[in-house]
């Protein structure tokens, strides 16, 4: 696709139940980020995946979450025995490498996570 | 810790007028700073973006001023429309030898309508 894609766009669960979201990032993007935004929040930063480093998992907030990206491509975001403070909007961003420089990050409509 | 802070919550301009948005950080490490837009159920799209040895950057109805010694950064629409109606997000980053991370540090957004 021309952007990056991100699935579910809503997710709905119950808590205590794990959950994956899908990014699929802009074909040829090293480099690949997962950011949260909480209701009245900043976008959180969660982990960051470039080429075949070792991603950058500051700010996972908890060992429920965690995150893979296979083939270089297509990532995973996991949220193990889900909570009610883990719902929010999750955006996945790509970049062609991993600076900044303006316009090189480009972001995913997000997924909506409720936990109830 | 808020390392980046928008303390407006929301803005209300009239159509033609000016909008500033303000926004505060506290790290000294960053040396980048972005301005984000976003709509409702879309992800933040990069606006405008200002390197720390420049005090303006300007883009058509879109200026950034960066003020270090206060570590302010505020972001000038004019003239405003009502298209403009969104959330804004200012970002930073800390570059580390020379290379832009890609680690951006948001702030909480401000809420801006722009009145017909």
């Known amino acids: 696709g021309a952007g990056v894609s991100q699935s579910p766009s809503n997710k709905v669960t119950e808590k205590g139940k794990d959950v994956e979201l899908r990014c699929d990032p802009i074909?040829?993007?090293?480099?690949l980020y997962w950011y949260r935004q909480s209701l009245g929040q900043g976008l959180e930063f969660l982990i960051y995946f470039q080429g075949n480093s070792a991603p950058d998992k500051s700010g996972l907030p908890s060992d429920r979450f965690s995150a893979e990206r296979t083939g270089g491509s297509v990532s995973t975001l996991t949220i193990q025995r889900t909570q009610q403070e883990d719902s929010a909007v999750y955006l996945c961003?790509?970049?062609?490498?991993?600076?900044?420089?303006?316009?090189?990050?480009?972001f995913g409509e997000g997924s909506w996570l409720t936990v109830v | 810790d808020q390392q980046v802070k928008q303390n407006s919550p929301s803005l209300s301009v009239q159509e033609g007028r000016i909008s500033i948005l303000n926004c505060d950080y506290t790290?000294?490490?960053?040396?980048?700073f972005l301005w984000y837009k976003k709509y409702p159920a879309e992800g933040p799209t990069f606006l405008i973006s200002?390197?720390?040895?420049?005090d303006k950057n300007e883009d058509g109805r879109f200026t950034v001023f960066l003020n270090k010694s206060a570590k302010h950064l505020s972001l000038h629409i004019v003239p405003s429309q009502p298209g403009d109606s969104a959330v804004y997000f200012c970002?930073?980053?800390?570059?580390?030898?020379?290379?832009?991370?890609?680690?951006?540090?948001f702030g909480q957004g401000t809420i801006l309508t722009v009145h017909p």
């Open positions: 200002i390197s720390s040895i420049k």
């Open positions: 074909s040829g993007h090293t480099a």
């Open positions: 790290n000294s490490m960053f040396d980048y």
């Open positions: 970002a930073a980053s800390a570059r580390a030898g020379g290379t832009s991370y890609g680690k951006l540090t």
């Open positions: 961003a790509s970049s062609l490498v991993g600076q900044v420089s303006g316009n090189t990050i480009y």
